[in-house]
């Protein structure tokens, strides 16, 4: 089979080590070494957006406290400025997490959307809690700062911004944080392989999958008619039909690792399955044990401080 997407010369420090040497330089390349391995049984915790239950989402407190809680991925979304800097977003305005329409309110008619603003402009607003309050000190981070904050201290993920590759690209290649990075997407497997043959060195990809829509199912089987292995795919379903269990058992056979998202139920089968469900029983386990039986190894949560608190006392999450 092949295995595209991955790194073939991967860093001698994943590879070599003696007993008086630390086998990885850094945390980020331990995760990434994990990441990696498809026989690994450490479950990768991914934060949606960093800790935005106590800090502004995308934000860098929010990064900071998620390093603080030992998660080992932090999901991001981009969005590119009208000066053509990429910036932490997830919506395409900065109406929701800005106090946009105060600072403003003096320009009727003033457009909220991120690639109608400069970074300056951007850099006037303050960021809002989840609360809906602004918080004068906190503002919108550029991509480079949020990489900075990160740089081997943990794994990064870019959802929202596949669009952007070879400007996030540059931008890792710079700061040397490249291997570091998981970008992942829905674009045909011909795309995505044209794609990174035009650089000698790229971020890890990640192929998203929605097994219960069409798309997503001709997405997949794509993947395993041409006997394309990536290093996990990230599974996404609406209804436990069974699909679900199937898709994950094709998955392990061919030697891939399964992301699943707990974030919301309609990613991952319905209520009762998702990271609130696990918060309100009486064990987490009720919710999260169902994952780790059909060989789940990464997941993105909302709630890092339960999930890495579960998964440590089952011996499933010690580097």
């Not at 991120?114 to 919108?140: F, G, P, Q």
């Not at 700061?175 to 060195?201: C, F, M, N, R, S």
């Not at 009486?282 to 994952?291: F, H, K, L, S, T």
Request: charged share 25%; glycine share 6%.
């Amino acid at each position: 089979m092949k295995r595209l997407f991955v790194f073939l010369a991967v860093s001698l420090s994943f590879v070599c080590c003696t007993e008086s040497t630390p086998k990885f330089a850094n945390r980020a390349e331990a995760i990434a070494a994990q990441i990696h391995d498809p026989h690994s049984k450490y479950v990768v915790v991914t934060c949606h957006r960093g800790d935005w239950r106590n800090f502004p989402e995308n934000s860098i407190p929010a990064i900071e406290s998620i390093i603080r809680m030992g998660a080992d991925i932090m999901e991001l979304d981009l969005k590119m400025t009208k000066d053509s800097v990429l910036v932490l977003s997830h919506d395409g305005t900065v109406s929701r997490c800005t106090n946009f329409s105060s600072v403003f309110k003096g320009e009727p008619g003033k457009s909220a959307r991120v690639s109608d603003l400069t970074l300056e402009e951007i850099k006037r607003l303050s960021l809002k809690r989840a609360h809906n309050v602004a918080i004068d000190t906190l503002h919108m981070p550029t991509l480079r700062e949020a990489l900075l904050c990160c740089k081997d201290r943990i794994c990064v993920n870019v959802d929202q911004g596949y669009e952007f590759y070879d400007e996030v690209l540059a931008i890792t290649e710079e700061l040397g944080v490249t291997d570091q990075i998981l970008i992942k997407g829905k674009k045909p497997i011909d795309v995505v392989a044209a794609h990174e043959a035009a650089y000698p060195h790229n971020m890890m990809y990640m192929p998203i999958v929605d097994i219960q829509r069409p798309s997503g199912i001709e997405l997949f089987n794509s993947y395993l008619e041409q006997g394309v292995v990536p290093l996990a795919y990230e599974v996404c379903w609406q209804t436990n039909d069974g699909s679900f269990e199937d898709a994950c058992k094709k998955i392990l056979d061919q030697g891939s690792k399964i992301w699943v998202n707990t974030i919301w139920g309609s990613l991952c089968g319905g209520d009762g399955n998702d990271d609130d469900a696990a918060y309100i029983a009486a064990d987490p386990g009720d919710v999260y044990q169902q994952y780790i039986d059909k060989g789940v190894s990464m997941i993105q949560t909302d709630r890092p401080e339960l999930l890495i608190g579960w998964l440590t006392k089952k011996g499933l999450h010690t580097l």
